[in-house]
């Protein structure tokens, strides 16, 4: 197998997938931007994860019962992905905005965390951000276009990250979900089905519902859990994008969501999912282990 973690595999698709958008749509991304977003990730990952160290040697010293010295760790991979799924789905005329984004993801890391855990996707929250604070940031749902073979790779590529992780659970129950409202909705306006597979196929969703909906770290551990949260994600979507003519209401649903994380892991108790070894981790003596 080429890579061990997951999260290299995740690293390479959507890095293939940036490369694919821009040289093959007339996408408004330019290069610096993709810089600063990756540049401003992996440094906020580095001081956010120096403080979280700082606070948990001071609660070492203050509590006996750790019998251990806390390490010191940077999860590199982590801030790589935020990155590049902020640079796939986030467009900004300033290079202010793009940071801002990247920010506010990397610090909702470490904010809005119950125990190791935290709930809100991370790149989505800078989306939103984004939005929320600046006049010049937008999300375009159809920049992929419909195009099949963009879906049928979007799906080969997730499809092999989600096996390998076991999250097709939370991918398929949205997608049904979802796609079932629409057509439901497309019988009872006697529209003709070509209008469905417009509002289906699309790029944006696809990696909506791949990469960003099954981050393992942010989601209900339990498969039942996942299973409720994602149909109230796609009935949340479908209201917000036909009934409130949001176009980007999978994010906004995502974002309002994600709280619920929390109450369904604590009413459906289950063991929480840990990524493969391999983060960059400093031992008490300064060691770099592997």
Partial sequence: MLFKDTRDYQIL???LFLILGIGTRDWTLRPELICVAIVTCLFGQWLMSIGQWALNQKLFINNQELLTKPPFSISVRSALITSLGLSLLLR???WTTMMLAAICAITSKFIFQIGDKHFFNPANFGII?????????WVSPGQWGEDWWYCMIFVGCGGMVLKRVGRWDTTATFLAAYALQEALRNIWLGWTWDVYYHRLMSGSLLLFA???VTDPRSI???????IIWALLIAIFTFVLRNYFYLSTAVFWSLFALAPM???????LPAARFEWEKGEIILSPTAEITN
Avoid at 129 to 137: E, G, S, V, W
Avoid at 220 to 225: C, E, F, T, V, Y
């Fill in 13 to 15: 698709f959507l890095s």
């Fill in 92 to 94: 900004a005329d300033h």
């Fill in 129 to 137: 951000c984004a939005l929320l604070i600046t006049p010049d940031a």
């Fill in 210 to 212: 791949l990469f960003m």
């Fill in 220 to 226: 209900p551990n339990a498969r039942i859990g996942r």
């Fill in 261 to 267: 994380t929390v109450l369904i892991d604590k009413l």
